[in-house]
């Protein structure tokens, strides 16, 4: 009965597969499988066996400052039973196990707080590294693009005015980021790390500017206070940013010239040239006779060519003597002979009906109308 009874709570598995899985004492949903425990000594009471060692390279400009904040990171290191040295005369950093060394991974966080010292991370930042908790990821940009000028630009881009852009990252991210030269030093979780790599290579990289992934990160923390979409596909929610096509010049593609198998011929040369002309063969002296003289011949044509273009300001331009037949002079003269044909007639007019009858000359012009003949014609015309 009591087998029944445990083949009904644990029943067999109908296929192959799984058939030795059994239930285990750590499968349990209260378990926090993730949860990094802090180390304790009485684990490894021996020590260690072997001596590890790490170095690293620091620029000259940190000399200085690590002089100065080498106390405070031996004292850190000293807890945890790990020996450093800084040798100036070669400009290294070195850390290493002693026989008082617990804990086998510290020895791996001195060597990253060694290389986040020399890549310009304050030494009370860069210490909180040997926390268990804290992990650091140093990411090259210098390689990721050619030109320098592009490069500083980008680079810009990801720190933004007044480093208000890297503020925003390292408040939504968690992570402490640090831009200096060639590389991004950034300290945080895995998860903050990833995201933080993710954000700089597309920066770099012009796939995306930060401030795209900074409204996607607002938008994912809004999303994760809501316990209904916890379990759900948050694509529908973010913004889609498409890349806009920037119109780039065309590269003139050069003609293919038909192929030979023969070489081009070969150009005379200065020497060739001379045979040619006969110049080799003369003297020192000829030669620099026939060199002045064409420098005269040179210097005259240029002078005769500035002459010239002095002169032409003084020479007057040529007046159009033909005019348009409506233009106002020639209408002016039209209207002063048909004055004068009209005075004529009137004069002859005059004389005939004088003969036979006296007329007054002004009360004859006043009757005929007192005014001139192309003024009249101007008014039958309106």
Same mark, same amino acid.
């Given at each position: 009965?009591?087998?029944?009874?445990?083949?009904?709570?644990?029943?067999?598995?109908?296929?192959?597969?799984? $058939?030795?899985?059994?239930?285990?004492?750590?499968?349990? &949903?209260?378990?926090?499988?993730?949860?990094?425990?802090?180390?304790?000594?009485?684990?490894? @009471?021996?020590?260690?066996?072997?001596?590890?060692?790490?170095?690293?390279?620091?620029?000259?400009?940190? @000399?200085?400052?690590?002089?100065?904040?080498?106390?405070?990171?031996? &004292?850190?290191?000293?807890?945890?039973?790990?020996?450093?040295?800084?040798?100036?005369?070669? &400009?290294?950093?070195?850390?290493? +196990?002693?026989?008082? +060394?617990?804990?086998?991974?510290?020895?791996?966080?001195?060597? =990253?707080?060694?290389?986040?010292?020399?890549?310009?991370?304050?030494?009370?930042?860069?210490?909180?590294?040997?926390? =268990?908790?804290?992990?650091?990821?140093?990411?090259?940009?210098?390689?990721?693009?050619?030109?320098?000028?592009?490069?500083?630009?980008?680079?810009?881009?990801?720190? &933004?005015?007044?480093?208000?852009?890297?503020?925003?990252?390292?408040?939504? +991210?968690?992570?402490?980021?640090?831009?200096?030269?060639?590389?991004?030093?950034?300290?945080?979780?895995?998860?903050?790390? $990833?995201?933080?790599?993710?954000?700089?290579?597309?920066?770099?990289?012009?796939?995306?500017?930060?401030?795209?992934?900074?409204?996607?990160?607002?938008?994912?923390?809004?999303?994760?206070?809501? /316990?209904?979409?916890?379990?759900?596909?948050?694509?529908?929610?973010?913004? +889609?940013?498409?890349?806009?096509?920037?119109?780039?010049?065309?590269?003139?593609?050069?003609?293919?010239?038909?192929?030979?198998?023969? /070489?081009?011929?070969?150009?005379?040369?200065?020497? =060739?040239?001379?045979?040619?002309?006969?110049?080799?063969?003369?003297?020192?002296?000829?030669?620099?006779?026939?060199?002045?003289?064409?420098?005269?011949?040179?210097?005259?044509?240029?002078?005769? @060519?500035?002459?010239?273009?002095?002169?032409?300001?003084?020479?007057?331009?040529?007046?159009?003597?033909?005019?348009?037949?409506?233009?106002?002079?020639? =209408?002016?003269?039209?209207?002063?002979?048909?004055?004068?044909?009209?005075?004529?007639?009137?004069? $002859?007019?005059?004389? $005939?009906?004088?003969?036979?009858?006296?007329?007054?000359?002004?009360?004859?012009?006043?009757?005929?109308?007192?005014?001139?003949?192309?003024?009249?014609?101007?008014?039958?015309?309106?």
């Amino acid at each position: 009965m009591e087998a029944a009874a445990e083949e009904e709570q644990n029943p067999r598995p109908t296929t192959k597969k799984g $058939k030795h899985r059994k239930p285990k004492p750590w499968d349990d &949903g209260s378990i926090d499988h993730w949860k990094i425990e802090k180390f304790d000594p009485s684990w490894n @009471e021996t020590g260690m066996l072997e001596v590890s060692s790490f170095s690293t390279l620091f620029p000259q400009y940190r @000399e200085k400052y690590l002089q100065e904040c080498w106390p405070i990171v031996k &004292g850190a290191l000293k807890e945890y039973g790990v020996a450093c040295e800084l040798n100036l005369v070669e &400009g290294c950093m070195t850390v290493s +196990t002693t026989r008082k +060394t617990r804990d086998p991974y510290i020895i791996v966080k001195a060597r =990253d707080l060694i290389k986040l010292l020399s890549r310009s991370v304050p030494a009370p930042q860069a210490i909180k590294i040997l926390n =268990d908790e804290m992990q650091c990821d140093i990411i090259k940009i210098g390689n990721l693009v050619r030109k320098k000028e592009r490069f500083v630009k980008r680079r810009q881009h990801l720190v &933004g005015p007044n480093s208000s852009t890297l503020k925003a990252l390292e408040i939504l +991210t968690g992570c402490y980021i640090l831009v200096q030269g060639n590389t991004v030093a950034a300290m945080g979780s895995f998860k903050g790390l $990833k995201q933080v790599r993710r954000i700089v290579e597309d920066c770099i990289l012009n796939k995306m500017h930060p401030l795209y992934h900074i409204k996607i990160l607002m938008l994912k923390r809004e999303l994760a206070k809501d /316990p209904t979409l916890k379990e759900e596909n948050w694509d529908r929610f973010l913004p +889609t940013f498409k890349k806009k096509n920037v119109k780039q010049k065309k590269v003139k593609s050069k003609e293919k010239k038909p192929y030979t198998p023969f /070489p081009p011929p070969q150009q005379p040369s200065k020497i =060739d040239l001379q045979l040619e002309s006969g110049e080799y063969f003369l003297s020192n002296e000829k030669k620099m006779t026939k060199k002045w003289q064409d420098k005269q011949e040179k210097q005259a044509e240029k002078t005769a @060519e500035n002459r010239r273009k002095r002169e032409e300001a003084f020479i007057p331009l040529e007046e159009s003597r033909k005019h348009d037949s409506r233009s106002p002079v020639a =209408d002016s003269n039209d209207d002063v002979s048909a004055m004068a044909l009209s005075l004529k007639e009137k004069a $002859k007019e005059f004389g $005939k009906k004088k003969s036979a009858e006296k007329i007054d000359p002004q009360t004859y012009i006043a009757a005929a109308g007192g005014k001139p003949p192309w003024k009249r014609k101007s008014k039958h015309s309106e």
